[in-house]
Every structure is written in C-alpha cells, then in structure tokens.
C-alpha cells in the first residue's frame, strides 16, 4: 500500500472538480429535457410519460444530498503486461454465482487494458459525450474494484481506495494488485471501526468479496443467507435491491421491488440507504405492514397464536371457503320476455366441477363458473334465433347472481376467518385436534365478521384468505430480513407476492425469538416456496468487537442453532461487566460514560423495565432522545448502537420462552463498547472460561466483572 504523493492528490482534486462539473451538466441537461421532453414527444401521453420520468429525474439529482462523487479507482494493466494475467489462477465465485470466472476476468481485462475507471455511487457522463468522469459500482467493470485480488487482479495493476472528511477529498490508498500486493486497508478498517451516528449508511465503498456475490447474484436466483449478527446481512440485502434494480430495471419495473423488515424501528434505520444509492422506489415495510387489512384490536395468548401461525391453518381455511360451494341439484332458468333460458342440473355440475379442478383463485372461479352458463344459454338464445351481443351477456350474467350466489357464493376474506374462528366449521376431519380448535375458537363470538376484534395472528389468515380470493399483487424481487422468525403462515403470505418472483431471504437462526422461528434453513425456504434454494454463510463479522463476540458466543452451544461461529473483523472494542448494587444507578452511571464518547449510546432492557430505566435516565439529567436511545429488547433486532449499556441479562433470559435467544441478540448490538450491568447473576450459559486468564479479549473484562 502506498500512500499518496501530494502531486497525486492535487490531480485527484482536479478530477473532483470535473465530476462537480458533470453533476451540474447532467441537473441543467435534466431542467432542459423537461421543458423539451414536454414538447418533443410525438403524442400527448408520451409527452407526459417521457415529461414526468425528467422531472422526477432532475429533482433526484437537485434534492440528492453531496457526498463524495467516488470512493474508488481502477487503473488497468497494459494490453500485454503480465498484471492482467490470471492464468493458474484458482480464484471463483466462492457462492457459485456466474461472475468471476478466469475467462471471464481475462476477457473484461482485454477490454479495458491501459484504462482508469473512477468508481462512485452514480454514473457521471464526461464533457461533450466523452467517456463518463464516474462509472457506476454497479456497472460490470465495477465489480472488478470489490473482487479483484494480488491471487486474481482480473487485469487491475492498482486499485484506488480515497478517503474523504465530508466531501473534502483527504487522502488515497493504493493496491498494485498486479505486483501481488495486497494488505488490509486502512480506509476499509476506519470505515468499519467508524462512529455509528444517526441512520444506517450504505456500505458501497468498501462492499466485501463474499458480500459481493450476493449482492451481484442473477435476479432468477433465489438466496437464503444465514449470518451471524453485523455479518452485513441487512447491508447485502439493500445493496441487492439497488443492484437487481440497475441490471435488471426492464423486467422490474411492473412486479418490483420489496424490502420486508421486522419493525418500525429497523425500517427507521435503514430507510436512508438506498436513496443515498438513488434507488427511491423501493417499497420498504414489515410483513405486518404488507398484510394489514383491518385494525389490530386484540391480542392471542401464546397458544392460540401457536396454533393460528400453523400452516395446517391453511388447510382449515380452504375447507372454509371451498366447503360453500354447493352441488347444483337443479337446473338454472332465466327468462326473457316470452323466453326462457335453462342449463340442467347434469350440466351445471359439471361446469361447476371443472371450475374447482382448475384451481383458480374463488373469485375468479365464481366469474368462471358465471361467463359458461352463460355462454351456454347464449348457444340456447342465438339457435332460436335471438340475437346477442355484450349487453345481453351482462344482463343475462345478472340474472344468475340470485342462483350463482347460493351455488358459488361471493364472500370477504374476514367472513371466512370470523366464521372460523366463531366455531361454525365443523372440526371433524380437519387437520386440528380439539385441544387445538379449543385454543382458537372465540369464547364470545363477535355477532359479524364487522364488529370483530381481529389479533395480529388473524391478519396473517385473513390474508391467507384473501390470497384464496384474489391474486395478491406479486413483486419481481422481495427481500425479507430477519426471515428466521417468521411463522409457516407468514412465510405462505410472503410466497405468494414472490410467486413469479425471486426471494433473497436474510436471517440467523441464533437470533429466532419467536415462539415459531425457524430451526432449519431448508424448512423455511420450503415455507417460502423456494425448496431448492441455496443456502450461503457470512462468516465475518463487521459490528461487534471480538471480546463481545466471544461473550455471545458462550450462549450459542444453548441455543442449539446449528450455525457457525464468526470471526470479528475487530480487533478493537471493549467489553465491561459489573456487578452493581442498584440497576437504575448502574445504568446512569455507565450512560453518563458512554455520553462522554463519540457515537451513539442504546440502553438495552428487558421490555418491562425500559420504562423504569428511561425515567431514571431523565432524573439524572441525561438527554433521552438524542444521542442516547432506551430499548426495549424486543425491539432492538437489526439495530446497532457505539456503545450499548445492556441492563440485567437474567431478566431479559427469563422474560419469554426464547430469552436465551434474544439476550444473543441484545448481547450483539455493541459496534465499540458493551456495558453489562447487573445485579442479579448472570444467566449460567453465559459463565465461560474464567475472565482475566490469559492475553487478548479477556483483558478488556473488567476486574469488577463478575463472569
Ligand atoms: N463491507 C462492509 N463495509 C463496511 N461496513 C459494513 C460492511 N458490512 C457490514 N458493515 C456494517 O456492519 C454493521 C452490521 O451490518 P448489518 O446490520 O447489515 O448486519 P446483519 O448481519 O444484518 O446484523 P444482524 O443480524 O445483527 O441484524 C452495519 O453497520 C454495516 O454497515
């Protein structure tokens, strides 16, 4: 690694100025197509089509906020010289994707011999048509800045890393991968180790190789990745979603894309990151948010949520709205002045029998079974000489409602669920044994499906319901979070918006807190439709600190996921566990400390003492709300926090079935620091080997610790 000579700083300089340049041509060029886009195009809708795509594209540039125009630089080898040369190189696509391939790096280094790319966030065109100033990182070439190494240079001779204060060009790092040079670089390490403040960033710059994969994977190709926390897997997950959208934006722009998170917060905290990537687009909820149909005004106890989030719910629920459809025992007549139109019992069977056999959504078999008597009476109609058109059809469609409404009747997905849950469905038969159907039904049916009070558990069946109905609108693209705590019933709802999609799902199965989180990768993706999925593992950590890795760590042999342990990328952090006579005093006083440092500060505590501990931060004095945040743990999946004051790990254990699991993820939110206060002792599974024994990790326990 190099570091810069002040003659090359000053031409990088210069080549900032020309990428300011650039960025307003393209605003003024964007101002100017709207007014000539409006009066160019040949018909009206066009005009408004073409006008309205300029304006929404001069107000992104006008409204995107100045960052640094590129963060990276590739300047390839000669035709000829032996950097771009990766013969014997064994170097490929360690998650099987089709990139990276030896033929593959040598031919794009053929084309791109003795050129210099300049790597940023958007593309840049040059002046008067010239080559771009700044190539897009999503742009094939790009890919060779994230893969490239001294083992495979893929014909770079350097690679550029720039460090900025703003968007102030400070300094520059460089890799002549073509002379086998290759070290950790030190933007990398600061842009990792950096103070976290405000919401979370895009990770552009400095996007790993094995992240790379995923995020560059082919739109047809569905991904589970299992991850250990800050293996970047929320990170990937966004970063695919502006990829997908750049390579594949024809054939995403009727289905698109969507973005599941697992709370309000986490959809916080992640939704500035792909507008910074200029993708606005992407529509951004919680799986709760992507199903709400009615208010939630009531609550399961655990059993009947257990039950309700069961996929042999699924199954209930068919037999529900299927077992309405009545066998036609008569014929159907409609009259017509003088005349009468009849379809006989024998024949309205059999419509009605094929209809079901072909597996349409009720809605539109109701609209089936409809349009064939119909056309049958018409043959009637038309061989005596009547004469029809649309407006008869219509009319004579009907004059079926009466009879088609007790034969198909036309129905709302809350009638279905409300007469379930009322216990008007037989149970003999069904999938459910009585304790079950015991746990579910109602005790005080609501008289109508209107006046029910629906949990958030019967929004997933209405919405299974729904989906019996009517197609839901599908994406091109969904990418779920947090996957490992979704139900089979969820997993259905995500399934059939993904239908002729593609799914990248993220998840942990340490970090499962609900009471259905997934035990297996293969069982969940079979749940969301994608059996043959391939599973992939981020192994590197980014967020937590090693000692407060090895800390979390202690806890996975009882959690019994399965996965693998990570390395942390950091070296650095630190870990403290005291013991302490009074929670509250603990928690200020670490607080107080924490304040004192740059970076966010999250205390994290069980739920029913996140109140208590917030006011007790206010009577001391400190600003709740700013730099400083009061979790309560279930909320905190997905966040990250500088320095985390976790408040008594035993009660956050104790609290639910799967505390074990979510004190796992309240243990890994720490990007520098994690602050264990307590007063009682700490849960046994997280007692290791003796603290303070020994060199590295240990050393930053605290001789008060308790562990
Ligand atoms: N390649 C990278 N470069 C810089 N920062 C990174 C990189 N990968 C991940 N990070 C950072 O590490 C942190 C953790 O990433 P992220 O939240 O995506 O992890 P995660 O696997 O989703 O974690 P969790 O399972 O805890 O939700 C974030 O601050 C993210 O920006």
């Not at 703003?166 to 070290?183: A, C, H, Q, V």
């Not at 208590?612 to 966040?639: C, N």
Request: hydrophobic share 40%.
């Amino acid at each position: 690694m190099h570091a810069q000579d002040l003659g090359g700083l000053t031409e990088e300089l210069r080549h900032v100025e020309r990428c300011r340049a650039g960025l307003s041509r393209m605003l003024d060029a964007a101002r100017g197509n709207v007014i000539i886009g409006e009066t160019v195009a040949g018909d009206r809708y066009s005009a408004e089509r073409l006008g309205r795509h300029l304006k929404s594209l001069a107000k992104e540039l006008s409204e995107e906020p100045e960052g640094p125009p590129f963060f990276g630089r590739l300047t390839f080898a000669p035709a000829g010289s032996t950097a771009g040369s990766t013969a014997g190189s064994t170097a490929g696509s360690t998650a099987g994707s089709t990139a990276g391939s030896t033929a593959g790096s040598a031919a794009a280094s053929a084309e791109h011999a003795g050129r210099t790319y300049y790597i940023g966030r958007r593309h840049i065109p040059g002046e008067h048509g010239g080559p771009p100033v700044v190539i897009d990182w999503r742009a094939p070439v790009a890919r060779s800045f994230y893969r490239a190494s001294a083992r495979d240079p893929q014909g770079v001779a350097v690679r550029r890393r720039f460090g900025w204060s703003g968007t102030t060009l400070t300094s520059y790092e460089d890799e002549r991968l073509g002379r086998g040079e290759e070290r950790r670089s030190r933007l990398l390490a600061a842009e990792i180790e950096r103070p976290r403040v405000g919401p979370m960033r895009d990770i552009v710059a400095t996007i790993q190789p094995e992240q790379d994969d995923l995020v560059r994977a082919g739109l047809d190709d569905s991904i589970a990745v299992q991850g250990a926390p800050g293996t970047g897997k929320t990170a990937v997950g966004l970063h695919r979603a502006a990829y997908l959208l750049y390579a594949h934006r024809q054939r995403l722009q009727r289905g698109g894309v969507l973005v599941l998170g697992p709370n309000r917060a986490f959809l916080g905290y992640i939704a500035a990151v792909l507008p910074a990537l200029g993708e606005v687009d992407v529509e951004q909820t919680t799986l709760d948010g992507l199903i709400a149909s009615v208010p939630v005004q009531a609550r399961d106890g655990e059993r009947a949520a257990a039950v309700k989030h069961d996929a042999r719910m699924a199954g209930v629920l068919r037999r529900a709205l299927y077992g309405r459809i009545a066998r036609p025992v008569e014929p159907v007549t409609v009259a017509e002045g003088s005349s009468r139109w009849r379809v006989g019992e024998d024949e309205l069977r059999r419509i009605v029998d094929d209809t079901r056999r072909d597996a349409l959504p009720y809605g539109i078999g109701r609209e089936r079974v409809r349009a064939r008597v119909v056309a049958l009476m018409r043959r009637q109609a038309e061989a005596r000489g009547h004469s029809t058109n649309a407006a008869w059809e219509r009319r004579t469609g009907r004059a079926l409602g009466p009879w088609l409404d007790g034969i198909w009747p036309a129905v709302r997905a809350e009638q279905v669920v409300h007469e379930v849950l009322s216990g008007r469905w037989t149970t003999a038969g069904s999938a459910l044994s009585d304790a079950e159907w015991a746990a579910v039904v109602w005790e005080r049916p609501a008289r109508t499906y209107k006046s029910a009070k629906w949990s958030a558990a019967d929004l997933v069946l209405i919405d299974e319901v729904a989906g019996m109905l009517e197609r839901p609108r599908g994406y091109g693209h969904v990418i779920v979070d947090e996957a490992q705590d979704l139900s089979p019933m969820q997993c259905r709802a995500v399934a059939r918006r993904a239908e002729h999609g593609s799914l990248t799902v993220l998840g942990d199965l340490a970090q499962g807190t609900t009471p259905w989180a997934a035990r297996s990768w293969p069982e969940l993706m079979a749940a969301l439709g994608r059996p043959e999925a391939r599973v992939v593992e981020l192994t590197t950590g980014y967020r937590v600190p090693a000692a407060v890795v090895e800390l979390a760590n202690r806890l996975l042999p009882a959690l019994d996921a399965g996965v693998p342990t990570t390395r942390s990328y950091r070296s650095d952090g630190r870990l403290r566990i005291t013991r302490v006579p009074g929670v509250e005093q603990g928690v200020v006083a670490a607080a107080r400390e924490a304040l004192e440092l740059e970076g966010s500060v999250g205390v994290i505590a069980a739920d029913a003492d996140a109140e208590r501990l917030k006011a007790a931060l206010w009577d001391a004095g400190l600003d709740v709300g700013g730099r400083l945040s009061v979790v309560p743990v279930t909320l905190v999946k997905g966040l990250e926090y500088d320095h985390v004051v976790l408040a008594e790990p035993a009660a956050i254990a104790e609290a639910e079935e799967r505390g074990l699991n979510r004190l796992y993820v309240a243990l890994t939110r720490a990007v520098s620091r994690l602050d264990v206060v307590h007063t009682r002792p700490l849960p046994p599974e997280l007692e290791g080997p003796a603290a303070g024994a020994g060199t590295g990790p240990r050393e930053s326990f605290s001789t008060a610790g308790s562990v």
